[in-house]
């Protein structure tokens, strides 16, 4: 009923009812696998599907993504060592969140959330979680880099990912650049040139 409710075409479009929404979601995560903890594998996929497709993540408005971070929060918490199975859906979520500009404000608990995952994760690092992952996320970047403007979510990703894997971007060098060039094109926007060149300065630092 809850989902039916957050997912339903009129009400997602109205900032209040999907943040009162997704704090109920919360908070039902919450409780009900600390009552039910065996229960929480067979609603996984649903639940990041829900999170991925619903538009939350693309929202302008803070107080959305912050409820938004909520619920990946809980589901981190809740998950413990079965994050593993769903290691890759639970960062991608985690990165969008942490790259959105609208997000500055929690990136402390975005970063924290990444760790509480690495350690479930049976990783060491968040830094190699990020090393982890680059590669999988490059690859799906590769398909539409081309199309990126400077509202896309997939560039400030991107930014996030390639600064935070530290030294295993050596290894994807020729994608990065790639990806790096065909936004730095005369026809793109100065905001996203400035902030690739930007990248690059900090590859060179």
């Known amino acids: 009923m809850m989902i039916s409710h957050l997912t339903d075409s009129e009400s997602r479009h109205v900032p209040r009812f999907v943040s009162s929404g997704l704090t109920a979601f919360s908070a039902v995560i919450h409780h009900s696998t600390q009552k039910y903890p065996n229960q929480l594998d067979s609603f996984m996929p649903q639940l990041i599907e829900l999170i ?4 939350f993540l693309n929202s302008e408005n803070p107080e959305v993504l912050e409820r938004v971070l909520l619920v990946t ?5 809740a998950a413990g060592p079965l994050c593993k199975t769903y290691q890759h859906g639970l960062f991608k979520i ?3 969140l942490g790259s959105s500009p609208a ?13 509480i995952l690495a350690h ?9 979680l990020f090393s982890i992952e680059l590669s999988t996320l490059l690859d799906e970047m590769k398909e539409q880099y081309e199309d990126w403007n400077k509202h896309t979510p997939e560039r400030f990703i991107f930014d996030m990912l390639v600064r935070r894997s530290y030294t295993a971007v050596v290894d994807y060098w020729e994608t990065i650049l790639m990806i790096i060039a065909a936004n730095i094109e005369v026809e793109k926007e100065y905001e996203l040139r400035m902030d ?3 990248l690059v300065e900090h590859f060179l630092l």
């Open 94 to 96: 985690l990165l969008q």
């Open 196 to 198: 690739m060149l930007n």
């Open 103 to 115: 997000m500055a404000n929690f990136s402390q608990r975005v970063d924290k959330t990444i760790e």
């Open 52 to 55: 991925v497709s619903s538009d």
């Open 73 to 77: 929060q809980n589901l981190v918490d």
């Open 120 to 128: 479930n994760c049976g990783i060491e690092t968040s830094s190699d």
